[in-house]
Nanobody
Framework: QAQLVESGGGLVQAGGSLRLSCAASGRTLNRYTVGWFRQAPGREREFVAAFSRNNGHTYYADSVKGRFTISRDNAKNTVYLQMNSLKPEDTAVYFC???????????????????WGQGTQVTVSS
């Protein structure tokens, strides 16, 4: 069973940057589709970005496209989310998730992921 631990969250001013990390233990992360999701207070969890193990492609929510970049370091068994040009509306708890049976068309669906981290808080001040 894969265990995921996020880190890198914090408080940043609008326009700033943060890099989130998702470190895995127990499994080799490059065998999984890995996604980032976020949940703001009073709102439903939403998809942010994903790296598909099936085709090696990356996928982004429209709201973060061009500002966020998902990447992976196989040697460190870690997936990153580089977040630039942050906005107050990016404030949320960010979760990484992994699954090994996710078809490409469903990478944006959190229900498809089997393993989740505990989350890391990102707060963007205006």
């Amino acid at each position: 069973q894969a265990q995921l631990v996020e880190s890198g969250g914090g408080l940043v001013q609008a326009g700033g940057s943060l890099r989130l990390s998702c470190a895995a233990s127990g499994r080799t992360l490059n065998r999984y589709t890995v996604g980032w999701f976020r949940q703001a207070p009073g709102r439903e969890r939403e998809f942010v970005a994903a790296f598909s193990r099936n085709n090696g492609h990356t996928y982004y929510a429209d709201s973060v496209k061009g500002r966020f970049t998902i990447s992976r370091d196989n040697a460190k068994n870690t997936v990153y989310l580089q977040m630039n040009s942050l906005k107050p509306e990016d404030t949320a708890v960010y979760f990484c998730a992994a699954g090994d049976r996710i078809i490409v068309g469903l990478v944006r669906s959190g229900r498809q992921y089997d393993y989740w981290g505990q989350g890391t808080q990102v707060t963007v001040s205006s």
